[in-house]
């Protein structure tokens, strides 16, 4: 549909051009933005700048009438002319076969260092021996599907730990059929990888709605239910790891979002945070509006601590920074980035300070609500 919109417009534009071709006077030497309205007839620069793609308008010698910033700012254009070979090459193909061209290329971010984009271009003469290039940078979308790749392999190697326990398990058991104990054993090791396994399952559900806006409900919720709720959830945790769990909210602050969502993200916070304290320590959980207006929602703990190279990882899917701890304790690698994801949408974000030996402490920034409005009354 896209290609179809495309080609149109470069009919609409090849008729206006020769249309207004005997009006207009050639020049050279790279007349760019500031020279488009002598060069090109206006209405030909509206409809350019109406494009979401990146246009680069050349004259018969290939030299640069027209181009928008990005291309500029991208380095496709300098000095009047085009600055990067493929271009080059693909607008030299276009005249030699006189049809419109489509290439996807990979090109230099700059001049020096190693940064890439990855650019849709699409090539076709307009009249008068001119040129347009349309260009579509796809660089963030073919990251993000980099990106959903790695979740998918991440995911199926993850999934595959606790099914392929569990399998085995299972043969175990029934080859010691006759062994009570063993029997016993083994079910109790088979249990753990199922819970392990659901918690995985139920935090992948929960990081694919965080991903999609369009399920978030918005409601004025007091934030000490929100922490009540999610420390209650993982008091269970907290005692058979015999870890202790306070909570102060000194006032009563509210922010408006998706209940289920913020109850999630403190949760997450509360359970990472309790799975990183030996017994007998405390996790605790403090609330306060900072000058700028955000609600903080601290988590603070007295666990094993975060070394500092690992300090930027802790927010990324799958990450753990003790994996064998993970394992013990059923940890899935999701629950910060879970959170990330939350305080994103409600438009705030997540902080960490942690030293090793010494603790954690999680802050989860959002803002305050609007003060609820006084009636007077008669």
């Known amino acids: 549909m896209l290609t179809i919109v495309v080609i149109a417009l470069l009919v609409v534009l090849a008729s206006v051009l020769a249309f207004r071709v005997s009006e207009l006077t050639q020049r ?28 680069i308008v050349l004259d018969p010698a290939d030299r640069v009438l027209r181009a928008s910033a990005t291309a500029f700012s991208l380095g496709m254009v300098r000095d009047g002319a085009l600055a990067r070979e493929p271009l080059k090459d693909l607008v030299r193909e276009t005249r030699r076969e006189g049809v419109t061209q489509e290439v996807l290329l990979t090109l230099p971010r700059g001049p020096v260092g190693s940064g890439r984009i990855m650019v849709h271009v699409r090539s076709g003469l307009i009249g008068a021996g001119r040129l347009v290039l349309l260009v579509e940078d796809r660089t963030a979308a073919n990251r993000l599907e980099d990106m959903r790749r790695d979740f998918v392999a991440n995911v199926s190697h993850e999934l595959k730990t606790p ?8 043969e175990t058991m029934a080859d010691s059929a006759d062994d009570p104990d063993a029997v016993r054993m083994f079910a109790e090791r088979m ?11 139920h935090d992948i559900i929960d990081l694919s709605r965080v991903q999609d806006a369009t399920t978030m409900t918005s409601e004025r919720i007091p934030v000490a239910e929100i922490v009540g709720e999610a420390v209650d959830r993982a008091r269970l945790q907290a005692q058979a790891r015999d870890v202790a769990i306070w909570a102060r909210v000194s006032q009563d602050i509210d922010v408006v979002g998706d209940r289920a969502l913020l109850v999630t993200a403190v949760r997450n916070l509360v359970d990472n945070a309790v799975r990183y304290s030996d017994g007998g320590t405390r996790v605790g959980v403090t609330v306060r509006v900072a000058e700028d207006e955000l609600v903080e929602i601290a988590v603070v703990d007295q666990g094993i601590g975060i070394d500092a190279d690992a300090l930027p990882r802790v927010f990324e899917r799958f990450y753990r920074v003790d994996p064998a701890r993970s394992r013990e304790t059923g940890g899935t690698g999701l629950g910060l980035s879970i959170v990330k994801h939350v305080a994103a949408d409600h438009g705030g974000e997540v902080t960490v300070w942690s030293q090793p030996g010494r603790g954690s402490t999680f802050t989860l920034r959002v803002p305050a609500a609007e003060p609820a409005e006084t009636k007077e009354l008669a």
């Open 28 to 55: 050279t030497a790279g007349g760019a933005d500031r020279d488009a309205g002598q060069v090109l007839a206006p209405e030909v620069t509206s409809l350019l700048e109406m494009l979401h793609t990146v246009s």
């Open 163 to 170: 099914v392929g326990a569990i399998s085995l398990l299972a």
């Open 191 to 201: 249990g753990a990888e199922s819970t392990r396994l659901a918690g995985l399952v």
